[in-house]
């Protein structure tokens, strides 16, 4: 019996999963995946794996596992995700530790209110994206996520 390529759900001979509709390799070597007790996202869909990375304040929780697991070790759109997710985060924290307190210094002057927005804005944006399994990079963070999956 084989296995997707993707998500680990039995596809027979189609060649496209039921599940999360990924094509499936022609060569009959695809190997079953790992025990369910042994990976903890064997049940995860690709797209839901991306959507969680960019839940604002804990999706950086979700970048790191999806990153480290075997799961999605080869699937570049995932890990394109995870990777943006987590520079997304670091622009949160930026903002949140260094350019408020320094901003709040300046009498009437209330940009930190507008970059959280920016932040917030930018994460519902690409939770959008990932729904609709599109790696759309985001200036910036794309490029640096693009450089990060080139070197894995």
């Known amino acids: 019996m084989r296995f997707c390529s993707q998500c680990g759900n039995q596809v027979g001979t189609a060649l496209y999963c039921a599940r999360c509709g990924a094509r499936q390799p022609v060569d009959d ?3 079953p995946p790992a025990a369910p007790g042994r990976d903890p996202l064997a049940g995860f869909n690709p797209r839901t794996a991306s959507i969680l990375c960019y839940i604002p304040g804990i999706g950086w929780i979700a970048s790191i596992i999806v990153l480290a697991s075997d799961r999605f070790r080869h699937d570049r759109r ?10 997304l985060f670091v622009a949160w924290l930026l903002d949140d530790q260094v350019l408020r307190p320094l901003l709040q210094r300046i009498p009437g002057f209330h940009l930190h209110p507008v970059i959280q927005a920016v ?11 990932a729904a609709h399994d599109e790696a759309y990079p985001l200036p910036l963070f794309g490029e640096l996520a693009q450089k990060s999956i080139a070197e894995d």
Do not use: T
Request: hydrophobic share 60%; proline share 0%.
């Open 119 to 129: 932040l917030l804005g930018m994460s519902i944006f690409m939770m959008v994206k």
């Open 78 to 87: 995932v890990r394109f995700h995870g990777f943006q997710g987590l520079y």
């Open 29 to 31: 070597a695809a190997a």
